[in-house]
């Protein structure tokens, strides 16, 4: 159980946008920035995001991330096939649940 | 050009010892953390800890302090993650990464995964 909540899957249509959640408290994502990543299955995980909403060079601007209190969000518009993978949300963790943390994970799939 | 290249997959008995590695290369070996993740199959990833290879400070999550340990030697570039006694349940795959700047907050370049395998 991860201190860090994602939901489970999402879905979207090519050419659309998707979001997905990451719930967590004040003492992670309330005092820290927050980092996505993303995973094919059979790779390694990729940085996707940032310090919240920041993009490592690369990665192409259709992904964003935000953050507000103790949320964050990943927003992939312009949906594409090869989109299709695991995405984690990461963050420092101030309290014994740390020092580092990740989201349980979304599995996103495009129809 | 950065990488970090992991060593090859390993098959154990539980009860053995095992030490996987992580040579980096392409940057400052010594001004970027390097972490380890833990993906057991099918399963979402884990930050087992981490450690600064300039002075080896080490930082571990709770569920992994006294299970693993983290080290480094950064004479030769490479970070080590082992366990003194192997349990099925520690089958999985590992990852190691490198910090993006020099806080411990984000990782930016991971190794291929060493699978470990662990059964009687």
């Known amino acids: 159980q991860s201190v860090l909540t994602q939901p489970p899957s999402a879905s979207g249509t090519p050419g659309h946008r998707v979001t997905i959640s990451c719930s967590g408290s004040?003492?992670?994502?309330?005092?820290?920035?927050v980092n996505w990543y993303q995973q094919v299955p059979g790779t390694a995980p990729k940085l996707l995001i940032y310090s919240n909403n920041q993009r490592p060079s690369g990665v192409p601007d259709r992904f964003s991330g935000s953050k507000s209190g103790t949320s964050a969000s990943l927003a992939i518009s312009g949906l594409q096939s090869e989109d299709e993978a695991h995405y984690y949300c990461?963050?420092?963790?101030?309290?014994?649940?740390?020092?580092?943390?990740f989201g349980g994970g979304t599995k996103l799939t495009v129809l | 050009e950065v990488q970090l290249v992991q060593s090859g997959a390993e098959v154990k008995k539980p009860g053995e010892s095992l030490k996987i590695s992580c040579q980096g290369s392409g940057y400052t070996f010594t001004r970027h953390w390097i972490g380890w993740v833990r993906q057991m199959p099918g399963k979402g990833l884990e930050w087992m800890g981490i450690?600064?290879?300039?002075?080896?400070?080490?930082r571990y999550s709770p569920s992994f302090l006294a299970q693993v340990t983290i080290s480094v030697d950064k004479s030769i570039g490479t970070a080590y993650l082992q366990w003194s006694s192997l349990k099925a349940s520690d089958t999985a795959m590992y990852y190691c990464a490198k910090s993006r700047g020099p806080g411990p907050y984000s990782f930016d370049y991971w190794g291929q995964g060493t699978l470990v395998s662990v059964s009687s």
């Open positions: 450690i600064y290879p300039a002075d080896s400070n080490t």
């Open positions: 990461a963050t420092w963790d101030d309290s014994l649940s740390g020092p580092g943390v």
């Open positions: 004040s003492s992670n994502i309330g005092t820290n920035t």
